[in-house]
């Protein structure tokens, strides 16, 4: 039970943590994140630090897929939960993947880690017949789109949505992380969203990187990722008051 309460910590389960918006535009469908995490006990809800390099933009054959919440699951990264289920279940339209994912995770995750994959909030792009589209997820399903954007937080991203079909992908990108830092700011949300944000953008032809992390969380498992911290090889930024022994104290229950 303490590494599952860890663990929840780690990844920022409540929807309201991590930032992402994906829109389609002139090049084809933008999807940008932000990629911090939270460190917390959750017991008590005290966040004791945050880190910066946990990639939330997952590539996938032929679609993007954009998430907050979990950065890991199982106690594996979510990214390569998502790449085996990708393998299991083959080409699907875009309509189908989320739906697909979520039934993918009632037959492999316990009730408590499939009750967290619920919980995410997730936007899968792909393209049907040449057009682009994007579908959502938050708790419940919802309408695939052809135009505009999905996006986790209520940003003031939608002041752009009648311009989005003629604005250029990099020209996307970089007001929808404006839109999210501005919404950081006013919400005061800084230890569980911001820090570097990536950015990706998907077109008939593939998928290209926009903006790479510099500095991207190697770490594939929770095991690794306490030990990464633990030995330091992770910047950390305390919340205060909590100092580096409260830290550690934590990472230590969940061995």
Aim: charged content about 25%; some cysteine.
């Amino acid at each position: 039970m303490l590494r599952s309460s860890l663990l929840l910590a780690l990844v920022c389960v409540p929807a309201s943590a991590s930032i992402f918006v994906v829109a389609i535009c002139r090049d084809g469908i933008v999807a940008v994140a932000d990629s911090r995490f939270t460190f917390a006990d959750t017991d008590t809800g005290r966040a004791l630090a945050y880190a910066d390099g946990l990639e939330k933009i997952i590539p996938l054959p032929s679609a993007l897929l954009a998430e907050t919440g979990e950065g890991f699951i199982a106690g594996e990264r979510f990214d390569r939960f998502v790449a085996r289920f990708s393998d299991a279940a083959g080409p699907l339209p875009v309509e189908l993947l989320l739906p697909a994912l979520l039934e993918y995770g009632s037959r492999r995750l316990d009730a408590e880690d499939m009750r967290v994959l619920e919980r995410q909030h997730m936007a899968i792009a792909k393209f049907r017949r040449g057009t682009p589209v994007i579908c959502g997820y938050d708790g419940q399903f919802r309408p695939c789109v052809d135009r505009g954007y999905i996006q986790s937080s209520p940003t003031d991203f939608e002041k752009l949505a009648g311009r989005l079909s003629a604005m250029s992908a990099l020209e996307v990108a970089t007001a929808a992380r404006a839109s999210m830092e501005r919404y950081i700011v006013v919400t005061r949300k800084t230890t569980t969203m911001g820090g570097e944000f990536s950015a990706a953008l998907l077109t008939t032809s593939g998928i290209r990187d926009l903006w790479k992390l510099q500095h991207p969380i190697s770490a594939r498992t929770i095991e690794e990722l306490i030990s990464f911290v633990e030995a330091r090889h992770i910047p950390i930024t305390l919340i205060p008051p909590a100092t580096y022994m409260d830290l550690d104290n934590l990472l230590e229950s969940a061995k």
